[in-house]
């Protein structure tokens, strides 16, 4: 049955970029090959889509005889307070002097009281990938 009272037939170019990737990441989903790596799923989406995109993902993977390894790189504050995922299954990457390191959340001494006070992974975490001295960006002077 069609959405709409007097349904018809769409073309693939009359989509939403986000209806567009929505339906590529539903295909590379149920594909059985490879790891798949997503980055910023969230762009060109309703926050109200990707808030269920980490549920959607580990429903299509259970659905399956065998599961593949998702990676996703994201800034969402949707998607990383969704209750459903772990500390141990979000690593965060910091630009250092020495380069990008990389740890899981669940290693990090200072992030581990604020997800047991009960904020969300999105709290602790987000707050360390801000930019440094991204603030003075709002106090730019532009003369025309």
């Known amino acids: ?9 769409q073309q693939e170019m009359q989509f939403s970029d986000g209806t567009l990737r929505l339906i590529g990441f539903l295909f590379v989903l149920l594909d059985n090959n490879g790891v798949i790596l997503l980055e910023e799923p969230e762009i060109n989406l309703h926050s109200g889509i990707v808030i269920q995109l980490p549920e959607f993902i ?22 990383l307070s969704n209750q459903g995922i772990s500390p141990d299954e979000v690593i965060l990457l910091k630009n250092t ?15 581990e009281p604020i997800i047991r006070s009960g ?10 990938t801000k930019p440094q001295n991204i603030d ?7 003369d025309f």
């Open 1 to 9: 049955m069609h959405w709409r009272a007097k349904g018809s037939k």
């Open 58 to 79: 580990a429903k299509v993977q259970r659905s399956k005889k065998i599961a593949r390894q998702v990676l996703i790189t994201t800034h969402s504050y949707d998607i």
């Open 136 to 142: 003075e960006v709002s106090q730019l002077k532009i």
């Open 97 to 111: 002097p020495e380069g990008t390191s990389a740890n899981k959340v669940s290693n990090i001494k200072e992030i």
């Open 119 to 128: 904020l969300t992974i999105a709290d602790a975490v987000l707050p360390y």
